[in-house]
């Protein structure tokens, strides 16, 4: 089983930056995805941003120019970076892998709150 375990999130004013972690319970090539989603307060699940295997990242049109994924092979951990962050980015991040086969994995999720 996969384990997909997110550093803490926290508390942000508005315009500041940051880094969320994700890190794997195994290598991160056996994915052909990895990134993030979000889920704010009474609003459903939605895509942040995400790595695919040939190096394409899809971005959500409210994030683009101020997030960023990266991903350190040696440590099993991509990262979520936020800079400029909104009062409307507080939600439960949540990493996903995905692997060929579409099986998909999920972490436990973790907040982050913009004061503005």
């Known amino acids: 089983q996969v384990e997909l375990v997110e550093s803490a999130g926290g508390l942000v004013q508005a315009g500041g930056s940051l880094r969320l972690s994700c890190a794997a319970s195994e290598s991160i090539f056996s994915f052909n995805a990895m990134g993030w989603y979000r889920q704010a307060p009474g609003k459903q699940r939605e895509l942040v941003l995400i790595?695919?295997?040939?190096?394409?990242?899809n971005y959500a049109d409210a994030v683009k120019g101020r997030f960023a994924i990266s991903r350190d092979s040696a440590k099993n951990t991509v990262y979520l970076q936020m800079n400029s962050l909104k009062p409307e980015d507080t939600a439960v991040y949540y990493c996903k892998a995905v692997r060929p086969g579409g099986m998909e994995y999920w972490g436990k999720g973790t907040l982050v709150t913009v004061s503005s």
């Open positions: 790595l695919t295997s040939n190096g394409r990242t």
